[in-house]
């Protein structure tokens, strides 16, 4: 009889704590948006048709095809080219009130330079912006996403400073093109990526110069990225009326332990990975980070070199850079763990030695298709007070968050990803007061992931590359999403989207 009581009431607390988790409706404010993103050589495909230039990625998947996983190429990828208007059709039916794509520079201008505007590639452009917009989609164009016309690539690339002014020029033909009906803009997309992995490491262009080539490609990004701000305040913000940001991308930096030592290696990580880009951008001083100048002159005088390998702005340059954007783009995947490295004494030049700490990940993270990418909640939130706190709370665009996985519909831990980094987003607003104003994932499509090919999938939508029209059919992650997209909250039947994630 009595136990028979308790297990009564043990039922009764049970049901009611499971009904508090369910019926917990967490929501994001009215004005709060939701998006998904792409970008043009991850999906475009027509990669030489109606006039399109070739690009590094085009050179370089073509020369080197032992170097993707795969050995695949973005030649087709997902051809949007020709597909651009099932894509729509798909953002519709997710009900996003955003679409983050990005223009292929060799698409427009083939030659790299405005001598030669490729009619068709513009025509492109604004069929796909004219059909987002009939659909109430608003859309976020990347000028950047990693496809520099090769042409640009035999004068050095980044690494070249008149390439300042040539991205200066594209941009122009951008505002001039496509300004009137584009409100947001995004100059580069994670400048730390393809400065470090394609003048650093293994990316196109495939540069292997690090410590030297990434820096001077980081400087000629920041130079051109401030030019083309300038650009818009003087001849198309009065009339345009557009917003005009770039995306850096953040991995959380969390100590190993609470010494002073980690503490401070954490810190020189964040300021290495992120601080290169945001300090000179969102400081009221600019420049680089004062603990990124004096490692890198340091060690650069220890091995010998003339001047530092960290190039110098003018103080014009440091000016203009200085609180050039209207709102940051932060994409951000996963957490790393930190201590100090064993460098000090290196003689070898590299980003990592200058940077000089150890990072790992913890083996209990849930793990994705990706090696770097392991799912940590609390870490978005922690890089988003850091950016608050570091940077006077700017205006923040979450311009990507994503999980990759193995083919297949049913897809209960993307739905679980989501859901625990939007918990940790909504707390770092409403708790913190992080000042963010939507969130995109990443991607809409699988797509072309650069050196891991086609094998790391990152949709909401499945895209079968067996098939010649590249079906497109939705994972359950799309159901949660649109789910999301359309009521601005967490649906309270998560249970539904997960229940088998123990299993799978
Ligand atoms: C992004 N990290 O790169 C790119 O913008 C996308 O083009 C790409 O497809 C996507 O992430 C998935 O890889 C990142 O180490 C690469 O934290 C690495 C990191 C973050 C973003």
């Not at 043990?10 to 917990?24: D, F, P």
């Not at 996983?69 to 894509?87: I, L, M, T």
């Not at 359309?486 to 989207?497: A, F, H, R, V």
């Amino acid at each position: 009889m009595k136990l028979q009581i308790i297990v009564t009431i043990l039922t009764v607390i049970w049901s009611r704590t499971n009904a508090s988790i369910t019926n917990t409706k967490l929501c994001f404010g009215e004005n709060f948006r939701f998006g998904v993103a792409t970008a043009s050589y991850q999906i475009e495909g027509g990669w030489n048709v109606s006039g399109k230039g070739e690009s590094i990625w085009d050179r370089y998947t073509h020369e080197h095809p032992e170097r993707v996983f795969d050995h695949n190429n973005g030649d087709v990828a997902d051809d949007s080219y020709q597909r651009y208007k099932e894509d729509v059709k798909l953002l519709k039916e997710l009900g996003v009130n955003f679409y983050r794509f990005s223009i292929s520079w060799p698409r427009i201008l083939p030659t790299g330079f405005i001598n030669d505007v490729n009619k068709d590639g513009i025509r492109y452009y604004n069929d796909l912006i004219d059909e987002l917009r009939r659909n109430d989609i608003e859309p976020l164009v990347t000028m950047y996403h990693w496809d520099l016309p090769q042409i640009l690539q035999e004068l050095g690339g980044w690494t070249n400073p008149v390439m300042a002014d040539y991205f200066a020029d594209y941009a122009k033909v951008l505002f001039n093109e496509f300004g009137d009906r584009v409100q947001f803009w995004l100059t580069f997309n994670e400048p730390l990526s393809f400065c470090q992995d394609g003048y650093g490491g293994n990316d196109a262009p495939g540069g292997q110069a690090s410590g030297f080539e990434d820096y001077m490609c980081g400087h000629n990004v920041l130079r051109a990225h401030g030019k083309v701000y300038t650009l818009y305040n003087k001849e198309y913000r009065d009339q345009q009326q557009g917003s005009v940001g770039i995306t850096l991308d953040i991995a959380w930096m969390e100590p190993i332990t609470t010494s002073q030592e980690d503490q401070d290696a954490a810190e020189t990580a964040r300021q290495f990975t992120y601080g290169w880009f945001a300090h000179p951008i969102l400081t009221d001083e600019g420049d680089y980070p004062p603990i990124m100048r004096k490692r890198i002159d340091e060690n650069s005088k220890r091995q010998n070199f003339a001047r530092s390998r960290l190039p110098q702005f003018t103080s014009e340059e440091i000016q203009e850079i200085k609180g050039s954007f209207d709102f940051l783009g932060l994409n951000h995947y996963t957490t790393f763990m930190v201590s100090p490295g064993d460098n000090k004494t290196s003689t070898v030049p590299s980003f990592q030695n200058d940077m000089g700490v150890k990072t790992s990940q913890k083996a209990e993270w849930p793990k994705s298709n990706s090696t770097w990418l392991k799912v940590v909640p609390w870490g978005f939130r922690k890089a988003l007070n850091w950016v608050k706190n570091t940077y006077n709370n700017p205006n923040i665009l979450v311009t990507e968050n994503g999980i990759s996985l193995h083919p297949g519909l049913h897809d209960p831990k993307r739905v679980n990803y989501i859901d625990g980094y939007l918990r940790a987003l909504h707390d770092a607003i409403y708790k913190d007061k992080c000042r963010v104003i939507g969130y995109t994932y990443w991607s809409l499509l699988d797509n072309f992931e650069w050196m891991r090919g086609y094998s790391e999938r990152f949709g909401l939508y499945e895209v079968d590359y067996e098939s010649p029209s590249r079906t497109r059919t939705p994972r359950l992650s799309a159901s949660y999403f649109r789910a999301i997209a359309t009521t601005g909250c967490l649906p309270n039947d998560y249970i539904n989207y997960v229940e088998y994630t123990l299993t799978d």
